[in-house]
C-alpha cells in the first residue's frame, strides 16, 4: 500500500461561490481544506491567519471528519470585493508545541473586483494512467501545471475548473491483497456474490486516503491546489476506471458498491470538502437525486463573475449502460438554469465526457456481443483455461468497452443525449444567454460546435453551442493513429433535429493540416471575459511542445460571442403544452418537456404565427391546437387533459398573458394568445384522439430527418 510520508497535507484552497447582492456590492466565498495527523494537533486545533487590506485576522477551524488517526479541517472565507482586486495572503499555525513536525508557509490569491471580468482556466486528467512511462513526460515535475503556474504568476486565475480524473485511482485492485484475491475468483457468479469484508473496506479506504494525500503533495499540484481557488467534479478516474460504464450485475455488486461508497467519501472531502451528512442536510450547495434519504448525485452551479454561471453535471454517480444523468436529476438541473440571474450572459456546462466528440463505428457492437457470449458460463469456463481474449478483458468485460460506452454517442446514450440538446435550446430561446460545454476525458483537445441548419450568423444563432475539450495537463496523449482515426470518422451532420448541426471545427487547420479538428497533446485552458475589446469570452488552449517538455507553448484562441440580436420568447411554456401528435412524435413518453423545446421548430410545423427563420413553407394545421393541455375534453376540444409541465417563475408585462407558473383549476384556460387560429372547432369524430398509452422510455423519441 502507497506510504505517507508528511504530518499534514495542505491547505487546500477551493472556491465556493460569488453572489451579486446589488450592482455596487458583491460577496466571495471559499474555503480551505487542511489534514493532520493527532500529533499535530495534541495541544489544539489549527489556526488559519489572513492579511486583507493590511489587516491580520484569523480563522477557526471545524472539523469534518478523521479518519484513523488522521483529522480533516475546514476554514471558511467569506469576503466582500471592493471595486478593484485585491490579494489575500494566509497560513496555517499549529500548537507551538508541534510547529516542527509540519511545514510553515504562506500562500497568496487574489480576489477579484466586484464587477471585474473574471480570468479563469480549466483542466483534467491531472495523473498518470498505468503503463505510462512517467520519465517521458517529466515525471512529477509536471511542465503542463508549471507552466500553468506561471500564467497565473503573471496574470492571476480568479478560479480554476478540474474537469474530472484529478487523479487516478485504478490501481486500488492492485495495491489491496483482498481486492486482488476477488478478482482471482474465476466464476463470475460466485465473485459477483462476494461480499465487502472489513479487511477489504480497510484497504480500500488507506488506498484512497493515501492516493488523495501523495497525489495533492506532488510539485506544482500543491502550488496550484493552495494558491487559486479550485473548483473540482469528478470522473471515472477518481472511483477508477469505466465505473458505471460496466453492466448492472456488476455495478450493483456488493465489492463495487463497496468501493464506490469509500470513493465517494474521500471525494466529497478532498474536492468538495464536505460530507456526505453535510450534503444531505443541505449545508453545501451540492445538489441531486435522492433515493431513501440519500444523494446519488453531486451537481452545483457557480456564478464566476455577474456573466458567467459554471454548471457542473455529475455524469459519474447515476451512470449506467442505459443512462447518463436520471431524469430527475436533468429536472433539478434545468430548473436551476431557468433560474439563473438576469446578468448571466454565459451558461459553461461542465460534462466531464465531451457531449459531440468523432464516433468510431461498429467497435462497440462487436465488442458488447463479446461481453454478452462471456457472461454464458460455459464460454467464460473456455475463456479462463484457455487464456484467450485475456489481454484485452478486464472485469470479465471487453477492455475497451467501458470507454466507448462512456461516451455520449454510444447507442444507449443518444436518446438522452437528443434530450439534453432539445432542453437547452429551449431555455436558450427563453432567456437569451450563450451555453458552450467544457469537457475533457479523451486526452487531446478539441473544438467542437452545435448550430444551426441552414448556417447563420454564430452570434445570433441560439443554437449555436460550442464544446472546448482540454485535456490532458498530465496525462500521456493518445497515439497518432487514434488521432488519425478519429479525424477519418467525424463529417457534419444533422443531429438533434432537423434544424441543428454538429461538427467539429478545424481548429489547428493553419498550422497542422492532417490533425486540424483534434490534437493529442498535452493542454489546459484560459478563459478571459472581454480581453481585446470584445464581448464575450476569449478561450484559449494553450499545447504543449511534445518534443520540448519545458519549451513555449502554442496558443490556439477561440471566441465565443454572446446571443446578440435575438428576441427571447415567452411562449416556450405555450409549445410545451401541444400534445405530440401535433410536432410529428407517435411514441408517447413520461417527460414533462418531451416533443420541441425550440421556438423555431414549433414555427416550422405551423404551432407558432412568427416569420419562420428557416424560410420554409409552413404547412396548414388541420385544426385549431388547444390553448392550454389543462382542459378537460368536450365536444369542442376533443384533446384528453394532459399533465402541467412544473411550475418556474417568467417575466411577462401585466395583459401579456404570461403567467409566473401553471397551476391546474377552474380558472383557467385563460383567453386564448393571438396568433392561435380561431373559428368552429371540427366534430369529435373528424379526429381520433391522441392515444393514451403507458410511457415507454425516459427520454423521448425524436424522428429521424
Known sequence: ?????????????????????????????????????????????????????????????????TYMEWSFWRFDFNFELGMSPRPIMYWIEVPPTERALVEMKSWNFTLPGADQKWRWGAYSCSGYSSGVDRSKWGGDDHPMIQDLLKQHTENPFHAIVGGGDQLYNDAVFKESEELGKWLEI????????????????????????????????????????????????????????????YPDDLLNSHVFQGIYQVACRFYLMFQQHATSEMVMSGQTELFGRMVSGNHVSFNFIKQFGPNVSLIGVDIRAERTKKQV??????????????????????????????ILYPKVPLTEATLEM???????????????????????????????????????????????????????????ELRGFRVMFLSGDVHAAAIGQFYSAPKRELASDPKYMPQIISSAIVNAPPPNMIIKMMHMFNIAKVSVN?????????????????????MGRRNYLIVEESRRDQDGLL??????????????????????????????????????????????????????????????TANALGMIGLPSQRKMQRPAPQYPAPPFPQMAPTAQHPYPAQQPPPAFPLQGAPGSGVHSSFQP?????????????????????????????????????IPKV
Not at 665 to 682: E, H, N, V
Request: some cysteine.
Open 539 to 600: 478561450c484559449t488552449l494553450r499545447l504543449e511542445d511534445p518534443n520540448v517538455l519545458w519549451g513555449p507553448c502554442e496558443n490556439f484562441d477561440i471566441h465565443i460571442p454572446p446571443l446578440v440580436g435575438f428576441v427571447k420568447h415567452l411562449a416556450y411554456d405555450r409549445m410545451n403544452s401541444f400534445p405530440p401528435e401535433r410536432f410529428g412524435f407517435n411514441r408517447p413518453s413520461n417527460h414533462q418537456f418531451p416533443y420541441v423545446d425550440t421556438l423555431e
Open 665 to 701: 383549476g377552474p380558472q383557467y384556460p385563460p383567453p386564448p394568445p393571438p396568433f392561435l387560429p380561431s373559428g368552429p372547432r371540427p366534430p369529435p369524430d373528424s379526429q381520433p384522439s391522441p392515444p393514451n398509452t403507458p410511457p415507454s422510455s425516459f427520454y423521448p423519441d
Open 498 to 518: 432537423s434544424c441543428t448541426k454538429e461538427k467539429m471545427v478545424r481548429t489547428f487547420k493553419a498550422r497542422y493540416k492532417n490533425t486540424d479538428k483534434v
Open 325 to 354: 444523468v436520471s431524469r430527475e436529476t436533468w429536472e433539478m438541473i434545468f430548473a436551476r438554469i431557468r433560474e439563473l440571474p438576469q446578468t448571466t450572459q454565459h451558461v459553461v456546462l461542465v460534462l466531464t465526457v465531451p
Open 1 to 65: 500500500m502507497p506510504p505517507i510520508q508528511a504530518n499534514a497535507f495542505g491547505p487546500y484552497l477551493r472556491f465556493l461561490n460569488f453572489a451579486q447582492i446589488h450592482p455596487a456590492r458583491s460577496t466571495w466565498t471559499g474555503s480551505v481544506l487542511y489534514v493532520t495527523h493527532s500529533s499535530v494537533v495534541r495541544s489544539g486545533p489549527p489556526i488559519l491567519m489572513f492579511v486583507d487590506n493590511n489587516t491580520r485576522q484569523s480563522l477557526t477551524a471545524r472539523m469534518l471528519d
Open 186 to 245: 474465476k466464476n463470475r457468479r460466485a465473485r459477483l456474490a462476494e461480499v465487502f469484508t472489513p479487511k477489504m473496506q480497510h484497504e480500500t479506504e488507506w488506498f484512497y486516503f493515501s492516493n488523495y494525500c501523495n497525489r495533492f503533495a506532488e510539485k506544482g499540484f500543491r502550488e496550484a491546489l493552495a494558491c487559486i481557488p479550485n473548483v473540482m467534479i469528478w470522473d471515472d478516474h477518481d472511483i477508477f476506471d469505466g465505473w458505471g460504464s
Open 370 to 428: 463479446l461481453s454478452m457470449f462471456n457472461r454464458i458460463d460455459a464460454v467464460n469456463e473456455i475463456l479462463q483455461k484457455t487464456g484467450l481474449l485475456s489481454s484485452i478483458m478486464a472485469f470479465d468485460e471487453p477492455e475497451l468497452l467501458d470507454d466507448l460506452m462512456d461516451h455520449w454517442t454510444a447507442g444507449p446514450h443518444m436518446q438522452e443525449r437528443t434530450y439534453v440538446i432539445n432542453r437547452l435550446q429551449g431555455i436558450v
